[in-house]
């Protein structure tokens, strides 16, 4: 039963279509030993290279890979068997299958190295960012939910398997669970709709929903699994954006610092401004629609940051959000761009490590990192 139900999973994976639910269980089960001989059989059954991923010479990968044994020696006994198999041909589909298992593994299209980057002598570890955030409600009371045990009950919530849950209740009220930077957090709401939000972001919801809509507002990043109600559409609004569903998955980025509000859709149907409809697979931005892969939309869900043609300042943007750090640039910034995913538990020194690996040029002092050229 257990190889059936990770060979349906790994058949998802490659074609791209898990759940969050179902992603989070695939990783649990790569995580037994004894999967290993399937995970071997299911690998060649279903190729995960894809005619547009990239194929790295045997030396260019073991350079890569080698400099990540060297940041999580911890890791490396548990997927050397992994990393043998699928070094050669390194797609997305294989690099989830790397991930899974603790290994951070980081591509860049040039495949430079530099190791010209300056530290402060007196340079730290930067840590990362976690769970947390903080509840507002609307008789005034803030609390803040990172130190709250599982199990405890507060103002109409819970905290049940490091998740928030509204318990719901017979009066209508507000609240507002934000994230500083550095922090991430999900809630179920009164209706059954969850909701995960990123860092330096926030959720406006009420405590119950009442009359023949269910609006919400949000500010930065957030991603939707909505309960499926046909009577009462669910509504999102953010900025001068409105997003109506009736049940469906979907991610919203809506940073200010990020040029445009951009709407991905993974499952269902959504409508954007009562007159741009979206299909899973499609992003929502400035009134364009376009494909995208949407597993590069959520993976901050899953704990990654994922780069996919992404250029330096897009990077450093994230970083900023989730290591609660300053980025400064100095001289001209070349247009280069990243492929791959980095894991958020690292330290900020060990992000910066792998991404000099690639050729990126750097000085930190401090929580102040400026990237050179």
């Known amino acids: 039963m257990v190889n059936q139900r990770l060979e349906i999973l790994f058949q998802k994976l490659v074609s791209k279509n898990l759940t969050i639910e179902e992603r989070k269980e695939f990783y649990e089960l790569l995580k037994i030993p004894a999967n290993e001989l399937e995970l071997d059989r299911l690998s060649e059954l279903y190729p995960v290279l894809g005619k547009n991923d990239v194929k790295l010479s045997e030396e260019s990968s073991n350079q890569i890979l080698q400099s990540i044994f060297n940041t999580e020696k911890s890791h490396t006994s548990k997927v050397i068997n992994i990393y043998s198999r699928l070094r050669k041909t390194i797609s997305y589909a294989a690099a989830i299958l790397i991930f899974s298992i603790g290994i951070t593994y980081f591509y860049y299209s040039t495949n430079q190295t530099n190791n010209s980057n300056v530290k402060s002598n007196q340079q730290s570890i930067i840590l990362p960012g976690h769970k947390g955030a903080i509840?507002?409600?609307?008789?005034?009371?803030?609390?803040?939910?990172?130190?709250?045990?599982?199990?405890?009950?507060?103002?109409?919530?819970?905290?049940?398997?490091?998740?928030?849950?509204?318990?719901?209740?017979?009066?209508?009220?507000?609240?507002?669970?934000?994230?500083?930077?550095?922090?991430?957090?999900?809630?179920?709401?009164?209706?059954?709709?969850?909701?995960?939000?990123?860092?330096?972001?926030?959720?406006?919801?009420?405590?119950?929903?009442?009359?023949?809509?269910?609006?919400?507002?949000?500010?930065?990043?957030?991603?939707?699994?909505?309960?499926?109600?046909?009577?009462?559409?669910?509504?999102?609004?953010?900025?001068?954006?409105?997003?109506?569903?009736?049940?469906?998955?979907?991610?919203?980025?809506?940073?200010?610092?990020?040029?445009?509000?951009?709407?991905?859709?993974?499952?269902?149907?959504?409508?954007?401004?009562?007159?741009?409809?979206?299909?899973?697979?499609?992003?929502?931005?400035?009134?364009?629609?376009?494909?995208?892969?949407?597993?590069?939309?959520?993976?901050?869900?899953?704990?990654?940051?994922?780069?996919?043609?992404?250029?330096?300042?897009?990077?450093?943007?994230?970083?900023?959000?989730?290591?609660?750090?300053?980025?400064?640039?100095?001289?001209?910034?070349?247009?280069?761009?990243?492929?791959?995913?980095?894991?958020?538990?690292?330290?900020?020194?060990d992000v910066l490590e792998i991404l000099s690996k690639t050729g990126l040029h750097y000085k930190i002092d401090k929580r102040v990192l400026t990237i050179t050229h």
């Open 135 to 349: 509840l507002k409600l609307s008789n005034g009371k803030s609390i803040i939910l990172d130190s709250l045990k599982n199990g405890t009950h507060f103002e109409g919530f819970a905290k049940n398997k490091d998740a928030i849950i509204q318990e719901g209740g017979s009066v209508v009220d507000y609240a507002t669970l934000i994230t500083p930077i550095g922090r991430q957090e999900d809630i179920t709401l009164s209706d059954g709709t969850k909701v995960w939000l990123n860092a330096s972001s926030s959720l406006h919801f009420p405590t119950l929903f009442t009359g023949n809509q269910r609006i919400v507002e949000i500010t930065g990043e957030a991603y939707f699994e909505v309960a499926h109600n046909a009577n009462k559409p669910f509504i999102v609004r953010v900025g001068t954006e409105e997003i109506k569903v009736l049940g469906t998955h979907f991610n919203i980025n809506a940073y200010a610092d990020e040029e445009h509000i951009k709407t991905t859709l993974l499952q269902g149907k959504v409508v954007v401004n009562s007159k741009s409809y979206l299909k899973p697979g499609e992003q929502y931005s400035n009134g364009n629609i376009s494909k995208v892969n949407t597993d590069v939309i959520v993976d901050w869900v899953f704990g990654y940051f994922k780069f996919d043609h992404s250029d330096t300042k897009t990077i450093m943007r994230q970083l900023a959000r989730w290591y609660d750090i300053e980025i400064k640039y100095q001289g001209n910034i070349s247009n280069e761009y990243y492929e791959g995913e980095i894991q958020k538990t690292l330290p900020l020194n």
